[in-house]
């Protein structure tokens, strides 16, 4: 087992992290290298991707948001984003597009590496309006590269209509797949799709028995910052794949063997056995002081036993699984399902129901300034969810990868204020049943 220094000791990496890194550095050199091997590149978005049909025309995918949150894990998305700003860029605009836009100026990737320019820009819309402007600028950026755009219908009523699917699957048939058979010169092999979509059902049923071992005391994951480690192989360019089938099936094996034996997750102040806290996070994670953040949470031996920003990439837990029998419907499905394609109302009982089965103390909402698909509407929502739940909700404010927008001495003053209301709470709670109990 290997260590990595942190907060001045050592904290064990296991075998599945160890296992994801060496994935994800796979795919960079893949990326990388593929001027000079001659891969075909598609540039498209987690929510609603398209990777089995990616791979089934073996293409690498690059997914614009995940290059933006690795720079700011590195610590480089401060310079990108003043670069896209120098550019003319907002301050109000989506720090994820100018982290982007900020790497192709400066020619580096997250690595330090430049990524390689896109044969095919797939624009799959799926709740964020963003993405439509974002691959506008794209666009100018790579006027050669062909483009494809696959328009999700939003969830306005929280269903998805037979006339729904249709829609999507015939812009699949004639406009995704004869883009794709364009620029790699091949014909699609459904075969292949089928059995890609094959695995990643594998994948998918190991993911969902990690999630779910959040309602086990204690937990034997984080559901919010773990789970970013958790999401990277299935949300990213390996859903499909040997090594991601692997890679699930290894991580399930070590939170099946945690839960079993009693022990928490590992963080970043070493394994968070004694838990007194449970909750729901909702919104996504602040990439740039992501470290500081999980460990304020560990500090109080909160963990967090679910979060909705982990189902940004498939809603996997309520029971979709890419289907190799309906290849396209599946596809179909899957982006129409997207958790950003959620209405408001949906969403809402979507945490509630994580509230409630994870048996959670409380949820915290996290409000990012630039994400508008997460952001609008967060405060309703956690007004309704204190009614639908009796539960209290707490609230935070920063931002995806811009660090001039997280203030560490104001987040870790609200965390502990709402922390202590959770155990005070509690504590009343338990006074009030002792009185009863004959």
Request: aromatic share 10%; proline share 6%.
């Amino acid at each position: 087992m290997s260590t990595r220094d942190t907060e001045g000791g050592h904290v064990p990496k296991e075998p599945s992290m160890i296992k994801q890194k060496e994935l994800l550095s796979a795919y960079y050199d893949r990326l990388v290298a593929a001027p000079q091997t001659g891969q075909k590149v598609v540039y498209t978005f987690v929510p609603g991707n398209l990777t089995e049909l990616l791979l089934a025309f073996d293409v690498l995918p690059v997914l614009p948001e995940i290059n933006a949150l690795q720079s700011a894990m590195r610590g480089r998305s401060g310079d990108f984003i003043a670069e896209a700003e120098r550019a003319g860029h907002s301050e109000d605009v989506c720090s994820y597009v100018k982290c982007d836009l900020g790497m192709l100026r400066a020619k580096s990737g997250p690595t330090g590496k430049p990524l390689p320019p896109p044969d095919l820009l797939l624009l799959s819309y799926t709740g964020c309006f963003t993405f439509m402007k974002w691959f506008e600028l794209l666009k100018q950026e790579f006027p050669k590269a062909e483009v494809a755009m696959l328009h999700v219908p939003y969830q306005a009523d929280g269903v998805v209509t037979p006339e729904m699917r249709q829609y999507v699957l015939a812009q699949l048939r004639e406009e995704v797949v004869p883009k794709l058979e364009r620029i790699t010169g091949k014909k699609l092999d459904e075969d292949r799709l089928r059995e890609l979509m094959e695995k990643s059902a594998l994948a998918e049923d190991d993911f969902v028995a990690v999630l779910e071992a959040g309602k086990k005391k204690p937990s034997p994951i984080d559901g919010y910052f773990g789970a970013v480690f958790y999401i990277a192989p299935l949300f990213s360019a390996f859903r499909g794949t040997d090594d991601g089938v692997a890679y699930y099936r290894l991580l399930r094996e070590e939170v099946e063997q945690r839960a079993a034996e009693g022990r928490g997750p590992i963080t970043p102040l070493g394994q968070l056995d004694d838990q007194r806290i449970r909750l729901v996070v909702e919104g996504p994670p602040c990439w740039t002081s992501f470290r500081e953040l999980w460990s304020m949470f560990a500090a109080e031996k909160a963990v967090v036993v679910a979060s909705t920003y982990c189902k940004v990439g498939g809603l996997y837990d309520t029971g979709f699984r890419h289907d190799p029998r309906r290849p396209f419907d599946s596809l179909a499905d899957y982006c129409l399902g997207c958790y950003t394609n959620l209405s408001l109302p949906s969403r809402t009982d979507l945490v509630a129901r994580y509230v409630r089965e994870y048996q959670a103390d409380g949820f915290l909402v996290h409000s990012v300034k630039s994400c508008n698909s997460f952001s609008a509407g967060q405060l309703l929502m956690l007004r309704s969810l204190e009614k639908k739940t009796g539960v209290p909700g707490g609230f935070l404010e920063s931002d995806l990868v811009d660090p001039r927008y997280f203030s560490g001495a104001n987040v870790k003053n609200r965390l502990e204020s709402y922390f202590q209301m959770l155990l005070a709470r509690r504590g009343a709670a338990a006074e009030r049943a002792a009185e009863v109990t004959p």
